[in-house]
């Protein structure tokens, strides 16, 4: 059974960074795997995901302030997080799957991910 445990959560002031770890086990057959964020009243949305045969992706929001990083060596999935700023605040997860990341638009759906973790609270402060 596969677990996804995230870690790095907490506060940040606007322009400030934060990185979050997120350490995967059973990963057997985990084609893809993804960081999404779910605000207070809001649907969850895709941060990015990364996998094999799929180039590395990233939200309009976030695109070249966070970056997706893994160390396959240690099944750990980062998400680099630089010139936060308020908006970015809310629930941080981390999701896996065994098929390959979605194409254009589809890779922002959740419905493609069977694992996920339990979240960690990113709050940026104004």
């Known amino acids: 059974q596969v677990q996804l445990v995230e870690s790095g959560g907490g506060s940040a002031p606007a322009g400030g960074s934060l990185r979050l770890s997120c350490a995967a086990s059973?990963?057997?057959?985990?084609?893809?795997m993804g960081w999404f964020r779910q605000a207070p009243g809001k649907e969850r949305e895709g941060v990015g995901s990364?996998?094999?045969?799929?180039?590395?992706t990233y939200a309009d929001s976030v695109k070249g302030r966070f970056t997706i990083s893994k160390d396959n060596a240690k099944n750990t999935l980062f998400l680099q997080m630089n010139s936060l700023k308020p908006e970015d605040t809310a629930m941080y997860y981390c999701?896996?799957?065994?098929?390959?990341?979605?194409?254009?638009?589809?890779?922002?759906?959740?419905?493609?991910?069977?694992?996920w973790g339990q979240g960690t609270q990113i709050t940026v402060s104004s």
């Open positions: 999701a896996a799957a065994n098929s390959l990341c979605g194409y254009g638009k589809t890779w922002a759906n959740p419905a493609l991910f069977s694992y």
């Open positions: 059973g990963t057997y057959s985990l084609y893809c």
């Open positions: 990364t996998g094999i045969y799929r180039p590395t």
